[in-house]
Every structure is written in C-alpha cells, then in structure tokens.
C-alpha cells in the first residue's frame, strides 16, 4: 500500500494514538513517515547549535538529521529488546513506526521554539510560554507512551516501565558518545 494512505491518521493520531499505531501495524504503513519525523526531530535538535553559535557550520544540522534516524533505530532496538522482559513480541519495523510516530507532537514543539529563536524573540517571550510548552511536553510523552504500548501490545504500565529501563540502560553510553562527538567537532567552548 502506499505511504498517501497513512494521511488520514494523521488528525486522529493526536487523540487515539494507540488505535492509530495498531492500525498502522496490520496495514504496514506509516514507516516512512516515523523516520521523516525522527530526521527532522533531530536535524532540529541540531538547530539549537547552528542558531546560537555563528561559527558552527550548516553541516550540523544534516549531522543532527542522520542522529535522529541512528536514535530511531537505536532506540526501537533497545525497546524491542527490553520489552522481551514484560513479554512483548514486537517486530523492529514495528517499534520504528511507533516510537517515530509518537514523536510527532515533540517535533512540532521543538520546532515551534526554534522557529521563535530563529526571529530572535526575547527570553521573557519564551519564558513566558513555558507553561504551555511544558503541557505540550508531558502530552507528548503520553502519547509517545501509548504508541509504544500498542506496538509492544503491553499495558501502558509495562510500557513505561520498558521506556524506563531503555532510557536508563542507554544515557550513559549516549552521554558519552555525545560528549565525543561534540570534542570532534568543537563544539564546546
């Protein structure tokens, strides 16, 4: 089927997310979609860099890109092996589109605030949208919460707790790459 069939669940994701993904799976669509949605939520965590520093080179944006796309795989991985502990029986594909999916809502908050960085709008602008950008975190996290819990087919209690374990078992070792990563490039003052 083609990827133009997976439109429609765009608006309804936002308010059933787990029917959504479950949808997605058996009709085997929405992949291409979730590793868009992971290049560009990475590609604008890499913004940040590009926009604060006028020394950092355009190249890190398409850096932050193929991060995003490596974090999706890398990620759904770790989920899909640490769901095997709560008896989850998911494909990889399958967690790809899900976790990609749930990150939807995070993609349009990071990039409503660097588009506001980006026309220079002041701290105190910002600061004053915290609370809203902090309601729009936590929703995010629900639904990325229930996107996973459709395709590992867990509670929602034993999806946050395998997002848990992966989030813990996994930051150090993030942690530390990033921190070579950013010595490579100079990115550190």
């Known amino acids: 089927m083609s990827e133009n069939s997976a439109k429609p669940y765009l608006f309804k994701f936002w308010y059933r997310p787990g029917t959504v993904v479950r949808a997605l799976l058996e009709s085997r669509q929405g992949h291409h979609l979730a590793l868009g949605c992971s290049s560009v939520f990475?590609?604008?965590?890499?913004?940040?860099?590009?926009?604060?520093?006028?020394?950092?080179?355009?190249?890190?944006?398409?850096?932050?890109?193929?991060?995003?796309?490596?974090?999706?795989?890398?990620?759904?991985?770790?989920?899909?092996?640490?769901?095997?502990?709560?008896?989850?029986?998911?494909?990889l594909p399958e967690m790809r589109v899900a976790l990609g999916w749930g990150l939807l809502p995070w993609t349009g908050l990071f990039g409503i605030v660097a588009l506001m960085v980006s026309r220079g709008e002041d701290a105190e602008m910002l600061s004053s949208l915290a609370p809203i950008l902090f309601v729009g975190f936590v929703y995010g996290y629900a639904l990325i919460l229930l996107s996973i819990a459709a395709a590992l087919r867990l509670s929602a209690l034993k999806a946050f707790l395998c997002l848990i374990v992966t989030c813990v078992v996994s930051i150090f070792p993030l942690t530390l790459i990033a921190q070579f990563v950013t010595h490579a490039f100079g990115l550190t003052p």
């Open 42 to 91: 990475g590609a604008l965590q890499a913004l940040r860099f590009y926009l604060v520093d006028d020394r950092v080179s355009p190249i890190i944006i398409v850096f932050g890109a193929v991060a995003g796309l490596c974090g999706l795989y890398l990620f759904s991985w770790l989920l899909r092996n640490f769901g095997r502990w709560f008896g989850a029986r998911a494909k």
